[in-house]
């Protein structure tokens, strides 16, 4: 059984608070830094002015005797040369200095523990020398320490409470959130886990919010409609090569049935010429029902360069023997193309069988090569095609008016054809211009990839 940690909706939820956590803690240390350091600033500037105003104070024999103006939390003295105290705050009255006598120069900060009533204090003071009418004096001012640690123990302690707070808050947000989007997935995910191989017209919901999700529900239909355009392909192939299986193999039943009844007859003499066409017929369907199951869909042509005349005019050199029809090669001239040599093979082959199988005397082929395209031209002088089969002549096993000469095939050769065609970048079209059957073949020219 799966763990519940172990899902992507628990996954995401540790890492995403995890993350957040370390940023929440990041930043409230960064905080405490930063008001201690500004606490700290503002009473070093305010201790700084007061040292300032006390030494100009004694400069000009103005000095008070109390310092009633450092607050609370202050601490001042201003010190004579011979270490008695000439004034001082009232936390402090009466006690010895709290520094030496200093000597002059620029304030220097210096932490000191100072009594505050009955208790020791730790104090934050700066020091300044300068003179008076009665000499030098030192002054001392600065503030405690506990009052700017007070105020970010304060701080750190409602952060201690409050960011595990919001950290779970977070969390919690955070699992509610993804589980949603999630529940989404898992809604396809059995719609789609629920569809049988005889329920491919089924589809997945649709989300009507336009993001991931909603792709991924429309992903998984375009592939559910392609998956039962392949299985009603596959039972459609299977159906009709069983069909036309059959008449071959009942052909060929009935006579060697005949043959074994009636061996004494003259028309056995016959039999074998007989049985060899059926045994052709019946080979070039098993080839073309083979090459339909092995690339179908399945396998990319392999792409080299070569030149489809010497193919087309290897084609015709391959039909005349046979052939009580005029294979014209006249119009064939050089055009070099990229493909897969067997597949343009076949589509070449099976364009010039077409066309031989239908022609009453002749069959003319144009080849021109171009650096963008290559065209070639099949033409016959047959009846031509009906027009009630125009549509379908390019179809999987169709075949026209069985009255109609030439006939005779296994409706797989011009659809073979036309797939090719149409895997090498390619097409091929049926036109108007001839009297009797025009099949164009465009193929991109070598420069085109």
Known sequence: ???????????????????????????????????QSQLTGRDDTLAQSRVRELMTAARAGDLPTSLDSLGGEGVGQVIAADGTVLAASPNVEGRPPLVPVATGGSLKVRSIDGPDDDEIEHYRVWVGAGPSPDGAVTVVVGTSAESVAETTRTLRGALLVG??????????????FVGRALGRIDKITTAVAGIGESELDRRVPVPAADDEVRRLAETMNTMLARLEAASARQRDFVADASHDLQSPLAALRAQLEIARAHPERPEMAGFAADLLVSTSEMEQLVGDLLYLAVEDGVRRPAVVLLDLDDVVLEEAVRVRPDSPVHIDTGGVSAAPVRGDPAALRRLVRNLLDNAVRHAVARVTLTLAGGVDEVVLDVVDDGPGVATVDRDRVFDRFYRADPARPGHAGSGLGLAIAAEIAQRHGGRLTLEDDAPGAHLRLTLPGPVTT
């Open 163 to 176: 960011v595990p707070i919001l950290v779970l808050l977070l969390a919690a947000a955070i699992w509610a």
């Open 1 to 35: 059984m799966r763990s519940r940690w172990g899902t992507v909706r628990a996954r995401t939820t540790l890492l995403a608070t995890a993350a957040t956590a370390l940023a929440l803690v990041a930043g409230s240390v960064a905080l405490v830094l930063t008001l």
